[in-house]
């Protein structure tokens, strides 16, 4: 794997957030290849975990410096990263997007519907395999299904801000 050489004269930042200096890895590594051969690793300079991906050496350094940057547009709720947001946005919707094959119970997550399967399991004697198999089949259902997107007027900076968005 390639990494940046620690002799390299990069310019340093001081975060407000941080109570040290950071290299700004970001701004002076090569693009990152699809080959997982030739890419760059991103480390984190206050923990050392390494990131393929700059969007996510980003959101990890949130970690770190306390920023909550991702907002819910519906409770004000502030979140470290999108995936948090966005796990926290099913909240809000009223569609329960996995269906029990078996009762038709829904629920908005996967680990939700698992659960239920296995009280099947327990109380109704139903084979784990069973439970298992239904269980892919929703999933698979699921992401099948391509929801309308609503239409929205508002502008942003890049596509990476439509898909969060």
């Known amino acids: 794997l390639l990494s940046l050489s ?26 990152l290849s699809s080959n997982p ?4 690793m991103l480390t984190c300079s206050v923990c050392g975990k390494q990131f393929t991906s700059h969007a996510n050496h ?14 819910c547009e519906v409770c004000g709720k502030q979140f470290k990263n999108s995936g948090s947001k966005s796990n926290h946005m099913r909240l809000h919707d009223p569609e329960k997007k996995f269906l029990c ?23 109704n004697g139903l084979a784990p395999d069973v439970a298992h198999a239904i269980l892919k089949k929703e999933i698979a259902r699921h992401r099948k299904r391509q929801p309308a997107k609503p239409i929205c007027v508002q502008t942003a900076q890049s596509n990476a801000c439509v898909d969060n968005h």
């Open 6 to 31: 620690l002799s390299l004269s990069l310019p340093l930042s001081v975060s407000p957030f941080l109570s040290h200096q950071t290299t700004m890895q970001e701004d002076y590594s090569p693009s």
């Open 37 to 40: 051969m030739q890419r760059t």
């Open 58 to 71: 980003r959101d990890h350094l949130n970690i770190h410096n306390g920023s909550r940057p991702f907002n």
């Open 101 to 123: 094959q078996i009762c038709l119970k829904s629920f908005r997550w996967t680990s939700s519907l698992k659960a239920h399967l296995d009280s099947h399991i327990r109380n």
